[in-house]
């Protein structure tokens, strides 16, 4: 005999076909194989889902993948992967760079550290290193530094600045400030081999510092301003990689890992009155030997 039966409760949501035949749990009961345009509620009803708007597209339109950073009710955002590049939208707009006319003086190291003043402290070791990098050994305590001055003249002056850093082999020290040894600008922080883009918004002049005490060598790849429009991150995953992302969130970094690669994302979003001061984002790539994550 065929028996109407009323449910009241639809809160488990979704359930995979593989588990319909577990009768034997009241969970199950309280599930559904489809559920197309409904969402279930904590208290076990359900609602017709919520109308979208469009909000822009990938870059490129490119398969994404997105990945929720929740630090704090005010502080959010949604990272935007796709083959190798990482984007970051806050506020359900990405993340730019300002326009503007600074230059750092052969911050790539094509085939010298002309421009960059030799800081070294008795004991450390600055010097090029073939291939293009910046390179930096100390022996411990006493510490290898370059550093330069940049000229911000005009309108570019109060203006926020973003600086793309490439590490080939961290950590290195990086410190930017108003005068010579300073980090009033950006504190005194470790950066690890990766990319990294950070922010300053400098009244004058600013001086970039690298250093570090290591026995073994650091090496610096480049340090340009960036350019202006959406900020944009080299990350190290094609577009088959994307479907195999996992992530997981601790405090302010995220976690991301593929079968081959462990990442981190960071950012730091500081509010005044609602708006955004900086940003700050540093996507961190580890592959040590012999490691597999699966």
Known sequence: MIEDTSLRTFNRGLISPLALARTDLERV????????NWMPRNLGSMMLRPGTKYIGTTRSNLLAKFIPFVF???DTALLEITATTLRVWVNDVLVTRASVSTTITNGTFTSNLNNWTDNDDAGGTSAFVAGGFMGLAGNGTAAAKREQEVT???????????????????PVTLRVGSTTGDDDY????????????????????FFIEFS?????????DSC???????????????EVDLGLLRYDQSGDIVYVQSPDRISRFKSTVEFVKDSILYNNAELVIFEEKGLTAK
């Open 72 to 74: 704090s009710a005010t």
């Open 186 to 205: 950006i504190a005194e922080t470790a950066l690890a081999k990766g990319s990294h883009s950070l922010v300053l918004t400098p009244t004058g002049n």
């Open 212 to 220: 570090a005490r290591f026995k073994r060598q650091i090496q610096v």
């Open 152 to 170: 911000v003249t005009g309108s570019d002056i109060s203006t926020e600045h973003a600086l793309d850093i490439v590490v080939e082999r961290g």
């Open 29 to 36: 009961g309280l599930s559904a194989e489809t559920f197309e």
């Open 224 to 238: 340009v301003i960036a350019s202006s429009g959406d900020m944009e991150i080299t990350a190290p995953w094609a």
